[in-house]
Structure formats: C-alpha cells, structure tokens
C-alpha cells in the first residue's frame, strides 16, 4: 500500500525549491529521497508534473504518491538443494 502526501504551500515556504519543501515532510525522510519521487514522476504541483529546481509558491498544492518500502527478506535460504548421494561417511 503506498502513502499519498497532499500539502498546499503556505507563506513560509515561498521560494523553497520542491525537494527541500517535500524533504520537510516526515514520510518523505530526506532530500535524496525527494528528489527520487519527483524523478520518477509521482509528484506533481497544482496537478502539472515539475521539476526539483521548481520554486514553489504559497497556495500551490503539492501531492505526492510515495515509494512502497521494499519487501523484507525471507528468513528461509531460497535455494533448496537435494541430497545426491549419502551414507555413514558422506554427505
């Protein structure tokens, strides 16, 4: 299940760049992370898709669709493998 974010811009935040204003947001996490969401084309400013560099201006709605985190890792080994040959002394 992923995590939408909708904020709209408030005076405190005219001229701050998209990334920074999405980096402020706690589900969000970090700059990089910003920057990946709006690489890739899952946030968008007033509905137009925008880049990190973008400005941002007070009333302006921000939405952003974030990341699902990965799956964790099986506490079971994925390769199986078969017994060829056994006896007393070998495997």
Not at 29 to 55: C, E, N
Not at 71 to 89: L, S
């Amino acid at each position: 299940m992923s995590t939408e974010i909708d904020a709209v811009a408030g005076p405190e935040d005219a001229g701050a760049r998209l990334d920074v204003f999405l980096a402020s947001h706690p589900e969000v996490g970090s700059r990089s992370a910003a920057q990946r969401l709006i690489d890739a084309g899952r946030v968008t400013v007033d509905g137009l898709k925008r880049p990190k560099r973008h400005l941002v201006a007070p009333g302006e709605r921000v939405a952003a669709v974030l990341e699902e985190p990965p799956a964790a890792a099986p506490d079971e080994p994925v390769a199986h493998f078969g017994i060829a040959y056994e006896d007393e002394h070998l495997i």
